[in-house]
């Protein structure tokens, strides 16, 4: 009786330090091997203290890390979203992972950097995988929300502001990072529509091929909260790409598809050498996607390169084009001016 009263007290303070602030926070961070719990109930607690209502902790589906982080969660009185990175993981069984224009699968031959194995989205082992995984954490009392992402293909475009990192310039669809090509997917491609698309000569203008590739990602996104629904009751989220029309053409998330409650689009501003004004133009275009399915969406803010000036405008923006709240990615880069500045504009 104790520990349930204590439970209901906290939620009413949650409550009503939302009720004081006019904009809703969410914080992203991933969990260390060994958990400290001393020092991530201060780091909750301290973020709390700022607004934060809710954080998405990716936990590497270690099932014991994620139940005592969500455990710490509730009792501090902020909403869990269990985050899991979900095509993008090295170890798995290597006919599961997409392949290129190439012929090269991203398993031995991955775009870009070597951590970018990412997994093809239309095979059903990877989706029957990915959905226990889902279902064994959304089964953890204290999780809230499932949240999906590295939902998507690799980025056939890079955003603009890392084309020099990597020493691109991305006019165009280019085979390493076309993705996927396996037998599975062009026999099945060419079941539905007819078309051979290793005869294509140029198959980003295919529009049909583009479409099939967004069809599988969101059958995969709608088959994982479908049954993760069905099995614990619990919502689903996932964080996505700008858009979602940039979403589309960088990674072919259709995003406003989507059977989830709440979405994370990843607004970062100088990803794509935009002014932190862009973020009321890019956030419109999104709560607008999906205003008839009342998706929420949270607008995803970059903090290592942002400003705290430019916090506050990103902000704001946001909320103006009508996002349900922002996120931050990560609290660990906001310096004092950035919280000041944070803590002044979910007053007003």
Same mark, same amino acid.
């Given at each position: ?5 204590? /439970? ?17 926070v ?14 991530l ?7 709390? /203290? ?22 710490i ?60 995984k ?43 990072a ?43 996104v ?30 072919r ?18 990803y ?18 999906v ?18 000036e430019?916090?506050g ?36």
């Open positions: 009786m104790r520990k349930f009263l204590s /439970s209901v007290v906290i939620a009413m303070c949650t409550l009503t330090a939302m009720a004081q602030n006019k904009i809703a969410y914080a992203w961070e991933t969990l260390k091997p060994v958990v400290n719990e001393d020092s109930r201060a780091e909750f607690e301290m973020w709390k /203290s700022h607004g934060v209502v809710g954080v998405c902790i990716d936990g590497s589906y270690n099932l014991k890390n994620i139940a005592t982080a969500a455990r969660a509730h009792e501090v009185g902020l909403e869990y979203h269990s985050w899991m990175h979900c095509l993008k993981r090295p170890g798995l069984n290597p006919e599961w992972y997409a392949v290129n224009r190439l012929g090269q699968s991203a398993y031995t031959h991955p775009a870009y950097v070597e951590r970018y194995k990412v997994l093809d989205p239309a095979n059903r082992e990877v989706r029957d995988d990915l959905t226990r889902a279902i064994a954490q959304a089964k953890i009392k204290d999780v809230d929300y499932i949240q999906l992402d590295y939902i998507r293909y690799a980025d056939v475009i890079l955003p603009r502001g890392l084309w020099e990192k990597y020493g691109l310039v991305m006019d165009e669809e280019y085979a390493p076309d993705y996927c090509y396996c037998d599975r997917c062009v026999a099945d491609f060419r079941s539905r529509t007819g078309i051979d698309i290793t005869k294509v000569a140029d198959p980003s203008k295919c529009k049909e091929w583009l479409q099939f590739r967004y069809d599988r990602v969101t059958e995969l709608n088959h994982v909260s479908r049954n993760v629904r069905k099995a614990t009751g619990k919502k689903i989220s996932a964080d996505v790409f700008p858009g979602p029309t940039l979403a589309k053409q960088m990674v998330q259709e995003w406003n598809k989507w059977d989830v409650d709440m979405l994370f689009p990843m607004n970062y501003n100088s794509y050498l935009e002014p932190a004004q862009w973020l009321e133009t890019i956030t419109r275009e999104e709560v607008e996607s205003s008839f399915r009342k998706t929420q969406v949270s607008s995803g803010l970059y903090i290592p390169p942002i400003s705290p430019d916090l405008i990103a902000i704001e923006g946001s909320i103006k084009a009508g996002a349900s709240s922002v996120s931050l990615f990560t609290p660990k880069y906001m310096t004092a001016e950035h919280w000041k500045v944070l803590d002044a504009v979910i007053k007003k």
